[in-house]
């Protein structure tokens, strides 16, 4: 549980951290040293309790697709806003919901609507009263 714990709060704070160096590091920086402090705060850890030599593979896997969700985040709010990276990172559940959709399995009609409100704020969100700003690239 502590790791969970941990993880949760290393992860909001790298991303509120980020967020305000964001105008002075360029992300080509900030990425990589997010990464390394992440990483020198976790070594201890898992030197202290070392995962089973079967669990290496995933362990590798996830954390590569982790690190590259992380650096297309950032590398999206820079060319875009924070808005539409939030958005864009939070479309998960929509997206999960469409997967379930497309293999058939039935939905209760309370969550669709929850995923369609969620959706309709993000729209705000995004949009807003000026309109879309993203950038195609940000996207």
């Given at each position: 549980m502590i790791h969970i714990a941990l993880a949760a709060l290393l992860w909001g704070l790298?991303?509120?951290?980020?967020?305000?160096?964001?105008?002075?590091?360029?992300?080509?920086?900030l990425i990589p040293l997010r990464f390394l402090l992440s990483f020198l705060l976790l070594l201890p850890l898992v030197l202290r309790f070392p995962p089973a030599a079967t669990e290496w593979p995933r362990l590798v896997r996830v954390g590569l697709a982790l690190s590259g969700a992380q650096a297309f985040y950032y590398l999206a709010?820079?060319?875009?806003?924070?808005?539409?990276?939030i958005f864009l990172q939070y479309l998960a559940p929509a997206l999960l919901t469409l997967y379930a959709l497309l293999r058939r399995e039935r939905l209760p009609g309370k969550a669709l609507l929850g995923v369609a409100l969620a959706l309709w704020g993000a729209y705000v969100l995004v949009v807003g009263s000026k309109g879309f700003a993203a950038s195609p690239v940000g996207v």
């Open positions: 790298g991303g509120a951290l980020a967020g305000r160096f964001m105008g002075e590091i360029p992300p080509s920086v709010i820079h060319a875009t806003t924070v808005a539409t990276g």
